[in-house]
């Protein structure tokens, strides 16, 4: 089975800051991952796929990169909405998520 | 405008049985996989189990193997998730996700449910 390992599991930032998640992979996947946002109560969201395309009707603010097994989420200037938990999922092979990065205001 | 509802949820005792249910609209369900993801109270995301368009294959993580099974209606739009042998530690919201397309092919969920809650306690 492949792991996913995301880092940090918490993040303290401020609103308009650059913030960066990383997302490694226990075998190479290609580029097949996603990343997702959730809010407290909620389902998550579709932000990234195939690791660097951004879904429809995400704000530009938000890019994916990387293959293999490094990848990383940024998320260019931080605004309040942003305050949430983001998951990566590889799905080379079913589909695996990592553990989560919780984003929380500083 | 694709809806995901899931139903079924509740509280049941260890040992026992449940059966969730997920009713799919805004889409042509008969063409696409499935999934199911649960999420442990104050927990990350995990995977459960996977479904074809058909139904015909289907796939189920190691924490359930054996206990539960995926299944579909095709006809009734409807995606089904039978629970056997519920543990203290399967109690978590479930949710169902779409797939981008079939199986057999590298595919992320694309629309999620708001999920149903089950709960695993005497």
């Known amino acids: 089975d492949i792991q996913m390992t995301q880092s940090p599991s918490t993040l303290s930032a401020s609103v308009g800051d650059r913030v960066t998640i990383t997302c490694r992979a226990s075998?190479?996947?290609?580029?097949?991952l996603a990343w997702y946002q959730q809010k407290p109560g909620k389902a998550p969201k579709l932000l990234i796929y195939q690791a660097s395309s951004l879904e429809s009707g995400v704000p530009s603010n938000f890019s994916g990169s990387g293959s293999g097994t490094e990848f990383t989420l940024t998320i260019s200037s931080l605004q309040p909405d942003d305050f949430a938990t983001y998951y990566c999922q590889q799905y080379s092979s079913y589909w695996t998520f990592g553990q989560g990065t919780k984003v929380e205001i500083k | 405008e694709v809806q995901l509802l899931e139903s079924g949820g509740g509280l049941v005792q260890p040992g026992g049985s449940l059966r969730l249910s997920c009713a799919a609209s805004g889409f042509t369900f008969s063409s696409y996989a499935m999934g199911w993801v649960r999420q442990a109270p104050g927990k990350g995301l995990e995977w459960v189990s996977g479904?074809?368009?058909?139904?015909?294959?289907?796939n189920h993580g190691d924490s359930v193997k054996g206990r539960f099974t995926i299944s579909r209606d095709n006809p009734r739009n409807t995606l089904y998730l039978q629970m056997n042998s519920l543990r203290a530690e399967d109690t978590a919201v479930y949710y169902c996700a779409k797939v981008t397309g079939d199986w057999g092919a590298p595919r992320h969920f694309d629309y999620w449910g708001q999920g149903t809650l089950v709960t695993v306690s005497s």
């Open positions: 075998q190479s996947i290609s580029s097949w």
């Open positions: 479904i074809s368009a058909s139904g015909y294959s289907t």
